[in-house]
């Protein structure tokens, strides 16, 4: 990188001239009803490490997204080096230094590790590059991460815990001021996040700034210069190094009252609807057991990975126990098999609406009836949709045309659709996958009703979440998942969100 | 939720307005291809005195009911989401077999019989097994069939045609009328029709949709994907041998060339029809006005004196146009959407945003 020695001279001047690097100013951005940030100001000065916390879909995420490039805000001002920017692409926010970091990781896997590290290098159609040349311009990126591999091996070959430094040294390519990290640390262990902290320190010290997203308190006590906190898309406020610890940073996130919704009573009939004895779930360390009551809701709490869905997954029939029973109302189920379980009254709602879920492109009425079909019988439009009319109004759902694509609902109204198909085979036990992901917030509590109902009306269900405010509002019993194993199970009183999250984020 | 109400807001239009959108829903399937095959009826009916007559539809139905018949059985693996290149080897070797048999003095029932019935048992266990149940690519697997096929076909005829001028009947079944109307187009019809009835119909028509319109949705609702897949397969394969099988009767002959590269005609004219190539979307009707505009243009082109060769041009220029206005049509509406409610670029983090209490973590 024959430019490296000036832009560090650019970098110096300009530490001089300005106090800050960048400064958003009363950001705001919409998404239908959803107003996801309002009015948010940051200032970010140069080698400054600053944290930005919040909970799940309090605008952390937006508000890097709006400083990438990737979403345009509504109103609100971006200044950098105290001159006012508009970018609206991230190739724009990496011409004014800008560059982020996420947890996916977007690399081409059969290429090389160094053409995926020089992927955003500006080039034309004409350029020509030999491999050689590339792994040459690519080796001080990978030294500045501390990645040893040979540049020219195939992505595809490094481990999962070295994606993130690749990803890191691809956004160093274009020598940027600041560095949005979105979450980077939450698929990695803990000797490849400490590598990660390092080469924030080192950065920091070379004076480049950092915003620094994460949900794990005692990285950002470790790391950040000061933390900023957001809450419903609100900047609730600021924090320096000094004042923080974890007890303030996350009462400063959670912020609210006990949850409003009360859980039905469980029916006192003694019998057990769904059983799990000592069951071996594929990919979980030890055993997995518990009961579930007819009208009782059991959670299943634990972060992305921590194999909340494969325990759901492995009761639907989707994956075979290695060991141990399943029962339904006391007959066993076999294992590994999606058409016994559906048979015997086990109903999955997966997690992806757009990948697992729905048929986007369909009908809303397909959509309800999906899985009813069989293979030489008739089927008629018009039951067909009578059973959508009958489901839409059970749930409130103001939708007319059942003819229209599912894909022109409201994500509510699409979750109401995946529940309701779900319903219409009466189950005897219903599983649950983050049933508010990507739902609004008046949806939501539409949901959370919907799930009461359904308990009072003596269905049995599983639901698996990291939404503690839902699992808490709904689940009568919460289960603890941490790194594939079952860390513990607390009672609905036991279960404080401080509680779950300690346990659920490795402690005792 | 912003477009719920945008739907049911009781507007300037009201619900004549409504109802009026859903008609409008439904004409605009076909608007393009409808459009187009009205224009060029117009055209050649009043450019050509001799297009307008009932000997140019009989000519026209009874040389494109091989072809409505190759994409009938097309649009199922298209539908779930596959294609089927091999249907114009099939189609030829079918023939072929045909032709082979019937010189061998096996009579003509049990001929058809056993060569649709080994088709379809061939689809199922090539193409639609591998596809299917080991998941090869759709498009590396009928590639594979397509040639095999086509290589059996002229091992078996030594390159040379086949001619067949004294099977009286199946000539007759191929090239009379019955009240004015192709005995071929009216078998064609028929297939159509069964296939309407079983796409709309039946719970495996509903399975075909599905498994086009979302797989894993599928699979999560208990149907068995790969069996779906599969029966696709075997039904274009079963088609194909008795689209090859009319053509024996049509052309009075059989050989190792004849239909080559009604794949790709067949493929067209399903895809002018509005099926998405990635399944899912689309219907049997919309494969018919495909077909239809095909013939149409062939035989206008014909009767104008116009070289055939722009039957191609036209027919490159009209697939493209329509997918491509069909595409931003769907963005349109998309951008549209995502003005209204953004909901797919709300804040949603797919992943655990929680807080660490500080006790016993603090560093």
């Given at each position: 990188?024959?430019?490296?020695?000036?832009?560090?001279?650019?970098?110096?001047?300009?530490?001089?001239?300005?106090?800050?690097f960048?400064?958003?100013?009363?950001?705001?951005?919409?998404?239908?009803?959803?107003?996801?940030?309002?009015d948010?100001?940051?200032?970010?000065?140069?080698?400054?490490?600053?944290?930005?916390?919040?909970?799940?879909?309090?605008?952390?995420?937006?508000?890097?997204?709006?400083?990438?490039?990737?979403?345009?805000?509504?109103?609100g001002?971006i200044?950098?080096?105290?001159?006012?920017?508009?970018?609206?692409?991230?190739?724009?926010?990496?011409?004014?230094?800008?560059?982020?970091v996420?947890?996916?990781?977007?690399?081409?896997p059969?290429l090389s590790?160094?053409?995926?590290?020089?992927?955003t290098?500006?080039?034309?159609?004409?350029?020509?590059?030999?491999?050689?040349?590339?792994?040459?311009?690519?080796?001080?990126?990978?030294?500045r991460?501390?990645?040893?591999?040979?540049?020219?091996?195939?992505?595809?070959?490094?481990?999962?815990?070295?994606?993130?430094?690749?990803?890191?040294?691809?956004?160093?390519a274009?020598?940027?001021?600041?560095?949005?990290?979105?979450?980077?640390?939450?698929?990695?262990?803990g000797?490849?996040?400490?590598?990660?902290?390092?080469?924030?320190?080192?950065l920091q010290?070379?004076?480049?700034?950092i915003?620094?997203?994460?949900?794990?308190?005692?990285?950002i006590?470790?790391?950040?210069?000061r933390?900023v906190v957001?809450?419903?898309?609100?900047?609730?406020?600021?924090?320096?190094?000094?004042?923080?610890?974890?007890?303030?940073?996350?009462?400063?996130?959670?912020?609210?009252?006990?949850?409003?919704?009360?859980?039905?009573?469980i029916?006192?009939?003694?019998?057990?609807?769904?059983e799990?004895?000592?069951?071996?779930?594929?990919d979980?360390?030890?055993?997995v057991?518990?009961n579930?009551?007819?009208?009782?809701a059991?959670?299943?709490?634990?972060l992305?990975?921590?194999?909340?869905?494969?325990?759901l997954?492995?009761?639907?029939?989707?994956?075979?126990?290695?060991?141990?029973?399943?029962?339904?109302?006391?007959?066993?189920v076999?294992?590994?098999?999606?058409?016994?379980?559906?048979?015997?009254?086990?109903?999955f709602?997966?997690?992806?609406r757009?990948?697992?879920g729905?048929?986007?492109?369909?009908?809303?009425?397909?959509?309800?009836?999906?899985?009813?079909w069989?293979?030489?019988?008739?089927?008629?439009?018009?039951?067909?949709?009578?059973?959508a009319?009958l489901?839409?109004h059970?749930?409130?759902?103001r939708?007319?045309?059942?003819e229209?694509?599912?894909?022109?609902?409201?994500?509510?109204n699409?979750?109401?659709?995946m529940?309701?198909?779900?319903?219409?085979?009466?189950?005897?036990?219903?599983?649950?996958?983050?049933?508010?992901?990507?739902?609004?917030v008046g949806?939501?509590?539409?949901?959370?009703?919907?799930?009461?109902?359904?308990?009072?009306?003596g269905?049995?269900?599983?639901?698996?979440?990291?939404?503690?405010?839902?699992?808490?509002?709904?689940?009568h019993?919460?289960?603890?998942?941490?790194?594939?194993?079952?860390?513990?199970?607390?009672?609905?009183?036991?279960?404080?969100?401080?509680?779950?999250?300690?346990?659920?984020?490795?402690?005792? | 939720?912003?477009?719920?109400?945008?739907v049911?807001?009781?507007?300037p239009?009201?619900?004549?307005?409504?109802?009026?959108?859903?008609?409008?829903?439904?004409?605009?399937?076909?608007?393009?291809?409808?459009?187009?095959?009205?224009?060029?009826?117009?055209?050649?009916?009043?450019?050509?005195?001799?297009?307008?007559?009932?000997?140019?539809?009989?000519?026209?139905v009874?040389?494109?009911?091989?072809?409505?018949?190759i994409?009938v059985?097309?649009?199922?693996?298209?539908?779930?989401?596959?294609?089927?290149?091999?249907?114009?080897?099939?189609?030829?070797?079918?023939?072929?077999?045909?032709?082979?048999?019937?010189?061998?003095?096996?009579?003509?029932v049990?001929a058809?019989?056993?060569?649709?019935?080994?088709?379809?048992?061939?689809?199922?266990?090539?193409?639609?097994?591998?596809?299917?149940?080991?998941?090869?690519?759709?498009?590396?697997?009928?590639?594979?069939?397509?040639?095999?096929t086509q290589?059996?076909?002229?091992?078996?005829?030594?390159?040379?045609?086949?001619?067949m001028?004294?099977?009286?009947?199946?000539?007759?079944v191929?090239?009379?009328?019955?009240?004015?109307?192709?005995?071929?187009?009216l078998?064609?019809?028929?297939?159509?029709?069964l296939?309407?009835?079983?796409?709309?119909?039946?719970?495996?028509?509903?399975?075909?949709?599905?498994?086009?319109?979302?797989?894993?949705?599928?699979?999560?609702?208990?149907?068995?994907?790969?069996?779906?897949?599969?029966?696709?397969?075997?039904?274009?394969?079963?088609?194909?041998?008795?689209?090859?099988m009319l053509?024996?009767?049509r052309?009075?002959?059989?050989?190792?060339?004849?239909?080559?590269?009604?794949?790709?005609?067949?493929?067209?004219?399903v895809l002018?029809?509005?099926v998405?190539?990635?399944?899912?979307?689309?219907?049997?009707?919309?494969?018919?006005?495909?077909?239809?505009?095909?013939?149409?243009?062939?035989?206008?082109?014909?009767?104008?004196?116009?070289?055939?060769?722009?039957?191609g041009?036209?027919?490159?220029?009209?697939?493209?146009?329509?997918?491509?206005?069909?595409?931003?049509?769907?963005?349109?509406?998309?951008?549209?959407?995502?003005?209204?409610?953004?909901?797919?670029?709300?804040?949603?983090?797919?992943?655990?945003?929680?807080p660490?209490?500080?006790?016993?973590?603090?560093?």
């Amino acid at each position: 990188m024959p430019e490296l020695g000036m832009d560090f001279a650019d970098r110096a001047a300009s530490t001089l001239h300005s106090q800050t690097f960048l400064v958003a100013n009363a950001v705001s951005k919409r998404f239908g009803a959803v107003q996801a940030l309002s009015d948010v100001s940051l200032e970010v000065r140069p080698g400054e490490i600053v944290g930005l916390a919040g909970e799940n879909g309090s605008g952390k995420s937006t508000l890097a997204k709006v400083l990438t490039g990737l979403i345009r805000p509504d109103s609100g001002e971006i200044s950098i080096d105290g001159q006012s920017v508009t970018f609206s692409n991230p190739g724009q926010a990496l011409e004014l230094g800008i560059a982020g970091v996420t947890q996916e990781v977007s690399v081409v896997p059969l290429l090389s590790v160094a053409e995926n590290i020089l992927l955003t290098r500006k080039r034309r159609f004409s350029s020509m590059y030999t491999q050689s040349q590339l792994a040459r311009d690519a080796q001080p990126l990978l030294d500045r991460v501390g990645l040893t591999c040979n540049p020219r091996a195939q992505f595809a070959s490094l481990r999962p815990g070295e994606y993130v430094l690749v990803e890191i040294a691809k956004s160093l390519a274009r020598n940027p001021r600041l560095l949005l990290m979105d979450e980077v640390t939450t698929r990695i262990g803990g000797r490849d996040a400490d590598r990660v902290f390092e080469i924030i320190l080192q950065l920091q010290s070379d004076g480049v700034s950092i915003v620094y997203i994460t949900h794990r308190l005692e990285e950002i006590l470790r790391l950040c210069d000061r933390t900023v906190v957001l809450r419903d898309g609100r900047l609730v406020g600021e924090i320096s190094r000094a004042d923080a610890s974890g007890e303030t940073i996350s009462r400063m996130m959670v912020g609210r009252d006990a949850s409003p919704y009360q859980r039905p009573a469980i029916a006192e009939t003694g019998t057990q609807r769904l059983e799990l004895h000592k069951v071996l779930v594929p990919d979980i360390v030890g055993s997995v057991s518990f009961n579930v009551r007819p009208g009782e809701a059991v959670g299943l709490c634990g972060l992305v990975g921590s194999g909340r869905t494969e325990i759901l997954e492995t009761i639907a029939g989707l994956r075979k126990a290695e060991g141990g029973e399943i029962l339904v109302s006391g007959f066993a189920v076999k294992p590994g098999s999606l058409t016994t379980a559906r048979r015997m009254g086990i109903s999955f709602v997966p997690e992806d609406r757009h990948k697992q879920g729905l048929m986007m492109e369909s009908p809303i009425r397909l959509n309800f009836s999906l899985g009813r079909w069989r293979t030489l019988r008739f089927v008629s439009r018009v039951q067909e949709t009578a059973l959508a009319r009958l489901y839409a109004h059970k749930f409130n759902m103001r939708l007319i045309e059942f003819e229209r694509k599912v894909s022109t609902l409201s994500g509510g109204n699409q979750q109401k659709v995946m529940i309701g198909r779900a319903l219409s085979s009466s189950p005897k036990v219903l599983l649950l996958d983050e049933p508010t992901r990507g739902v609004d917030v008046g949806a939501r509590g539409e949901v959370f009703e919907m799930i009461k109902e359904l308990l009072e009306g003596g269905i049995a269900i599983v639901l698996a979440s990291s939404d503690m405010v839902e699992l808490r509002a709904l689940s009568h019993t919460i289960i603890v998942l941490h790194d594939r194993q079952v860390v513990g199970a607390l009672t609905a009183e036991e279960a404080t969100e401080e509680r779950l999250a300690f346990m659920m984020s490795g402690g005792i | 939720m912003a477009e719920d109400v945008s739907v049911t807001a009781v507007g300037p239009m009201g619900q004549n307005g409504r109802a009026l959108n859903s008609l409008k829903g439904a004409m605009s399937t076909y608007r393009g291809v409808a459009t187009v095959l009205i224009l060029l009826l117009i055209v050649f009916g009043f450019a050509q005195s001799s297009f307008m007559t009932t000997s140019n539809f009989q000519n026209i139905v009874s040389s494109n009911a091989i072809l409505l018949v190759i994409a009938v059985g097309m649009t199922f693996p298209m539908l779930a989401g596959g294609f089927d290149l091999s249907v114009a080897g099939t189609d030829a070797l079918a023939g072929i077999l045909l032709s082979k048999l019937l010189l061998a003095g096996m009579p003509m029932v049990e001929a058809i019989g056993i060569i649709i019935i080994s088709a379809v048992v061939l689809g199922a266990i090539t193409n639609g097994l591998l596809i299917g149940y080991f998941g090869v690519n759709f498009f590396i697997v009928t590639l594979g069939t397509l040639t095999i096929t086509q290589g059996i076909s002229l091992q078996i005829t030594g390159g040379n045609d086949i001619t067949m001028y004294n099977e009286k009947w199946l000539l007759q079944v191929a090239n009379n009328n019955v009240f004015g109307f192709p005995i071929l187009g009216l078998v064609a019809l028929a297939i159509l029709i069964l296939g309407i009835l079983v796409l709309r119909y039946t719970g495996f028509g509903r399975m075909v949709y599905s498994v086009g319109g979302n797989q894993e949705a599928a699979r999560l609702s208990g149907i068995s994907v790969a069996r779906v897949r599969l029966t696709t397969y075997a039904i274009s394969a079963g088609l194909a041998a008795l689209a090859g099988m009319l053509e024996v009767g049509r052309l009075a002959s059989s050989g190792p060339t004849t239909d080559s590269t009604i794949e790709l005609t067949g493929a067209a004219a399903v895809l002018i029809g509005g099926v998405a190539f990635g399944g899912g979307v689309g219907t049997l009707l919309g494969t018919f006005l495909g077909v239809a505009f095909l013939g149409v243009l062939q035989s206008g082109l014909l009767i104008s004196g116009i070289s055939s060769y722009w039957q191609g041009i036209i027919t490159g220029i009209v697939l493209i146009a329509s997918v491509t206005v069909d595409r931003m049509r769907a963005r349109r509406a998309s951008t549209k959407k995502l003005r209204q409610t953004g909901e797919d670029q709300a804040p949603t983090v797919s992943d655990t945003v929680l807080p660490i209490p500080g006790e016993g973590m603090s560093s």
